[in-house]
């Protein structure tokens, strides 16, 4: 069965940093294209970041350049996403989800909540 | 970036209805274009991909049609369980763009 977990959420004053981690089991992690995709309380989603396979492209939506940095270990199953400079805009769930070669985001985790607030 | 407008914003239907939302691009999308289904305090689930093909599991009165930057997602027999919220998806390049969202409550 696949499975994503994402854990690292919290509460964060503007400015602060944090890093997701998401987790996963139940198929060949190394051979997808991962994706972290948020959303802020009462609203729609927003795509926040991509890596492939074996992090040779990696792309991020605009308002993150710069500030969020997406990574990860093939060898742990493990996808990860360094947030800096964050502004009280960031507070959101963030997914991330998985991606086949078609484009299709085929599986998502439960999502984890970064509040940021003074 | 490719924009994705849906369209209603919400509706309101009853169980057995027929439902029609649309997504339109802002350029040409050939068929990358993909549908969400979200119910509250849940994660999206994938329905359509690539336009028109059912992921597996998705019951067939989901349906997916359009090329181009035109879209349509009906769902006809409208269920208890498919009052949600629906979003369509781009994965013709990069921005990834999802649609603004469609609210399909009970009348």
């Known amino acids: 069965e696949v499975q994503l977990v994402e854990s690292g959420g919290g509460l964060v004053k503007p400015g602060g940093s944090l890093r997701l981690s998401c987790t996963a089991s139940g198929f060949n992690f190394n051979t997808y294209t991962m994706n972290w995709v948020r959303q802020a309380p009462g609203q729609g989603l927003e795509w926040v970041s991509s890596i492939t396979s074996s992090s040779s492209y990696i792309y991020y939506g605009d308002s993150m350049k710069g500030r969020f940095t997406i990574s990860r270990d093939n060898a742990a199953n493990s996808l990860f996403l360094q947030m800096s400079s964050l502004s009280v805009e960031d507070t959101a769930v963030y997914y991330c989800?998985?991606?086949?070669?078609?484009?299709?985001?085929?599986?998502w985790g439960q999502g984890t909540l970064v509040t940021v607030s003074s | 970036d490719i924009q994705l407008t849906q369209s209603p914003s919400s509706l309101s239907a009853s169980v057995g209805d027929r439902v029609t939302i649309t997504c339109r691009a802002s350029?040409?999308?050939?068929?990358?274009l993909n549908w969400f289904q979200q119910r509250p305090g849940t994660a999206p689930k994938l329905l359509v991909y690539v336009a028109s093909s059912l992921q597996i599991g998705v019951p067939s009165r989901f349906n997916g049609s359009g090329s181009g930057t035109d879209f349509t997602l009906t769902i006809t027999n409208l269920q208890p369980e498919d009052f949600a919220t629906y979003y369509c998806q781009q994965s013709y390049n990069v921005p990834r763009t999802f649609g603004q969202g469609t609210k399909v409550d009970i009348k």
């Open positions: 350029q040409n999308i050939d068929t990358y």
């Open positions: 989800a998985r991606e086949d070669l078609t484009g299709r985001l085929d599986f």
